[in-house]
């Protein structure tokens, strides 16, 4: 017989009851987790055969597959603006062509000698081979070359160029049997600020790149490199960068109209403010350019100075701007309208003098819009023609007196 002291029945009994509460928990976490699995299944169960019966949220793997690759891969799909721009390039690219220019230059020996000159874009207009393009594109020029979008290169003749209006239209010949694209006239006059517009040229000699943008602007009094005022430009954002110049500005639908022509920048590159001329402008110029090779303009026959402070001070004028009448010419349409020229001979001018006359009518205005400079005289006229008759303000004796003009054609 052994003998247990009291200590040893306690740790026995202890030891005993650990036993049993652990061999308990063993059972109860078998029987819970049976009946855990049985649920789980019995659910699983229920949802695949709810997916096999709903035909409103069935899921169709290849399916699921199909539109992740349409989404996910590029050039499966396109957005509706994307669609636009592909087909307003796919429509037009081939119509537009790269103009490049020699000049004569001289040398170090004072010997004149053939030099690289400007370079820009241009638009094909008629399938016989005639190009409209900016005249500052091709200024000084003494060969120009037209490079069509397949690479092919040709020398092109200038039909007629507008200074005003900074277009110029070129022609060349291609192989008989050659199909051109051609590129057509848009309104203008129906553009809104906001509107869509697509640029496509030659800018640093890439070519037919493409940029697009809105309408920022209408009705645009712009000054050119030749001093000219050309009216009722069209601002855009469009990039328009060197190598741009005389490329065709594009609705949504593939028409021309404007005729890329400048940019504002501090750098010569783009900054978001460019312009171009009126498809309304180039369809007039152009139409006369071809038929006439120079634009028919109306124009009062008078020989006109600009007013300025010397002028007004020594005439002792109460006005000083707008442009004074000199002289007109007798029998002219000016002279027989009423018009006065100046009585007062006088020498004008620092390095080369010349005599101008004082006395005479000072235009302020022409059918109502203000005349400050000469530029804005010319500017008014630009879209007058032979033939048509304008109010004409004029300054006389402090007082301002309007006449009708009816004007003549320009001289050839």
Known sequence: MKLYSKRHLISIV?????????????????????KKDKQTTSQTEQIIEEAKTDTTESINPDAELAALTEVNVPGVKYTADEMQNINVYEQCNEAVVNINTQIMGVNWFLEPVVEAGGSGSGSIIDSRGYVVTNVHVISGATKIYISLSDGTQYEGTVVGSDKESDIAVLKFNP????????????DSQALKVGQKVIAIGNPFGLERTMTTGIVSGLGRPIQNSNSTIIRDMIQTDTAINPGNSGGPLLDTAGRM?????????SSGNNAGVGFAVPASTAKRVVKDLLQYGSVQRGIIQADLIQLNNAIANYARLDINSGVLVSQTVANGNADSAGIKGGTQAVRYGARNPRTIYLGGDIIIAIDGEKVATLADYFSLLESKRPGETVTVTVHRNKKDVKINVKLAESEK
């Open 14 to 34: 202890a030891l005993t009851s650990a036993v049993s509460v652990f061999l308990t928990s063993i059972v109860l976490t078998a029987l819970f987790s049976k």
């Open 175 to 186: 192989p008989a049997g050659t199909v051109l694209k051609t590129i057509p006239f848009g």
């Open 257 to 265: 109209v404007g005729i890329n022509t400048m940019i504002y920048s």
